[in-house]
């Protein structure tokens, strides 16, 4: 069973995000539970974390086995720029 958690940076870069996209955001993040299982995914070559990628912003994310749980923590979500990463 996976755990999924958010920051409460996370949680506040969502605000100014129009809702139609922020339904699309949540409902790809929850996908995240069927991890490693997961579509639009990729490791961060300059980091330890993984970006989700739901059309026109990114979600990143760092994903910590323990035990038969798996939690992972969402950290931010970007739209897409040359500052994203």
Do not use: F, G, H, Y
């Given at each position: 069973m996976n755990t999924i958690n958010w920051t409460k940076k996370a949680r506040k870069q969502l605000r100014p995000?129009?809702?139609?996209?922020?339904?699309?955001?949540?409902?790809?993040?929850?996908?995240?539970?069927?991890?490693?299982?997961?579509?639009?995914?990729?490791?961060?070559?300059?980091?330890?974390?993984y970006r989700l990628r739901v059309g026109n912003y990114r979600v990143l994310f760092t994903v910590t086995p323990s035990g038969k749980v798996t939690v992972i923590l969402i950290e931010e979500v970007k739209k897409r720029d040359e500052h994203t990463y």
């Open positions: 995000i129009p809702r139609r996209d922020v339904e699309r955001i949540i409902d790809a993040v929850e996908s995240l539970a069927q991890w490693p299982d997961v579509a639009n995914v990729k490791a961060l070559s300059d980091r330890n974390d």
